[in-house]
């Protein structure tokens, strides 16, 4: 079953946030992984200081409806900026509708993260349309299902 959800981006204070979030819509954190968990990459570091900050949070808000988030990192994109730091988040069953989606999104857009097989168990990848939408395409492998 295909899902789309909301995924937040913040400037250093995801983890405030999704505390007042979960204040008003209840529930658990099904997912908190932090910058500093990341395996070693000489092509992409984390400075130091940013170690404990958000890499990737969700808080189920319903059956359907995961709201997620992260801190931004100058180590993995530009900073952001009120009113563009949200992406659409689509979770698909299988890697070919990951790649269909991917692909024809990323006609006429731009590509920030190739879509790729990531170290968390997703087949994952970032582009913003030529909408100037930012969008988050994947699947879970089944080798994390």
Partial sequence: ???????????GN?????????????????????????PPNPECQVPEDQNDKI??????ISKETVLMGSDSSEAFGP???????FSLSVNVG?????????????DGGKVCMPVD???WG???????DKFDINWMVSCELESHA
């Fill in 1 to 11: 079953m295909t899902t789309v959800n909301v995924y937040l981006t913040f400037n």
């Fill in 14 to 38: 995801c983890e405030e946030a999704f505390n007042y979030y979960q204040s008003i819509f209840g529930g658990d954190f099904s997912h908190v992984a932090r910058f500093g968990e990341m």
């Fill in 55 to 60: 890499m990737h949070i969700s808080l189920p």
């Fill in 79 to 85: 900073p952001i900026v009120v009113g563009n730091n």
């Fill in 94 to 106: 299988s890697q070919e509708e990951v790649d269909r989606i991917f692909n024809a999104l990323a």
């Fill in 117 to 119: 097989k990531t170290f």
């Fill in 122 to 128: 997703s087949y994952f990848g970032m582009l913003t």
